[in-house]
């Protein structure tokens, strides 16, 4: 279906691919500007099917329900990357889908994300292709033995990731691909991870969040803070850097760009999310839009929000271990003690160790100040 530019207003209904806790917080913000929404995915009684009009259970593979699905609504979007590209297809087939699924295929794997930045001049640690053992051992050779070798695709949250280094068996590092295609990333020198939340509109309008820097427990995203605390040069080439991929990917609507920033100061690519993101949460309660709203202003075609920050804010996941410490129920009370602590919980059953049921947001006068409530909030609702 060719993509109209006329804007999708108040009162049509939003498809979502997906249903997890980012479909959740999407629909909660499409919901407040008067917009219904439609969720589609395997998982029924989901964080996003709890608040959405309509939750459709079905596999992402039967392309007829896609269809179907597309159909009833005004425009598709995506709350994780994972979708396969025939179901952005087979959608794209009967509505508007946004961003395009061209930009999903890229971003749902990382050789061919590497490859993109690559040859756009994007500054990206050097990578190699590996399919074989012998491809494993001359990445090495030719990169070096301080690398990370990653899975191509479907991967998060440090899944399907190994560090290697002098000494690493080689042999045995290819065998946990289990005949995957991967990538062998030369090591980064880095001290610290930020991202840049930016949106782009229909008519290719720009506005990006403050950066945000992230620290993260065993590969898992644990605390960000925003501002970040890098020089302001290195912030604007950092908001400079996600323009130009936004541009280059002619995205329409959010995309997320995960950088590293080397010992010596520089910004290097690391990953790319083409949806809201996990270190935008703080948004909600610290910014004069959201990260949701701002994803939904995209895709439905009206003027992108502002992004500005009222104040220094943190936020700190919630995960599933959180639950097993406090021994059932965390403590809420104990934690919501300080008034200045948001709860935003997703609405998942089962607690599990490393899922993310919810996280914590908190402003103060300093970052310092913020990160502290609510380390010291988690700390409280595990009853530590």
């Not at 003690?337 to 997703?346: C, E, G």
Request: charged share 25%; aromatic share 6%; proline share 5%.
């Amino acid at each position: 279906m060719a993509d109209s530019l006329d804007p999708i207003l108040p009162g049509a209904t939003i498809g979502v691919l997906g249903s997890g806790q980012l479909g959740r917080m999407l629909a909660l913000s499409a919901r407040a500007l008067g917009y219904r929404v439609h969720v589609y995915s395997p998982d029924a009684d989901s964080p996003a099917g709890q608040v959405a009009d309509r939750e459709i259970v079905a596999s992402y593979d039967d392309l007829d329900r896609v269809r179907a699905f597309a159909r009833d609504v005004d425009v598709v979007t995506f709350e994780f990357e994972n979708v396969p590209s025939a179901t952005s297809h087979a959608a794209a087939e009967v509505a508007r889908v946004r961003p395009d699924g061209d930009v999903l295929h890229v971003t749902q794997n990382r050789l061919r994300e590497k490859t993109f930045l690559r040859d756009r001049a994007f500054p990206v640690t050097p990578f190699r292709r590996v399919a074989s053992r012998a491809d494993l051992a001359e990445a090495a050779r030719d990169l070096g033995p301080f690398a990370v070798l990653k899975t191509a695709a479907f991967g998060y949250d440090g899944k399907g990731q190994q560090k290697l280094g002098p000494g690493s068996d080689l042999d045995a590092a290819f065998d946990a691909l289990k005949g995957a295609e991967a990538i062998y990333e030369a090591f980064v020198d880095f001290v610290k991870e930020v991202s840049v939340v930016a949106a782009r509109g229909v008519h290719g309008e720009f506005a990006a969040f403050p950066v945000f820097e992230n620290a993260h427990s065993h590969h898992i995203l644990d605390v960000t803070f925003a501002p970040a605390a890098i020089p302001a040069d290195l912030a604007a080439e950092a908001s400079s850097l996600a323009h130009g991929i936004l541009d280059a990917l002619e995205v329409v609507g959010l995309l997320t760009v995960e950088m590293f920033v080397t010992r010596y100061g520089r910004l290097v690519v690391n990953e790319l999310a083409p949806r809201t993101h996990n270190s935008g949460h703080l948004t909600i309660d610290a910014c004069v839009t959201s990260q949701f709203e701002q994803h939904v202003r995209a895709v439905c075609g009206l003027p992108l929000g502002a992004t500005t920050q009222r104040s220094p804010a943190a936020m700190a996941n919630l995960l599933g271990d959180v639950w097993i410490e406090a021994g059932g129920v965390p403590r809420w009370t104990d934690a919501l003690s300080d008034p200045r602590l948001k709860l935003h919980l997703y609405g998942k059953a089962e607690a599990r160790p490393g899922r993310k049921m919810g996280h914590l947001n908190a402003t103060d006068a300093t970052v310092e100040e913020a990160v502290a409530r609510v380390r010291r909030g988690r700390d409280r609702a595990r009853g530590s």
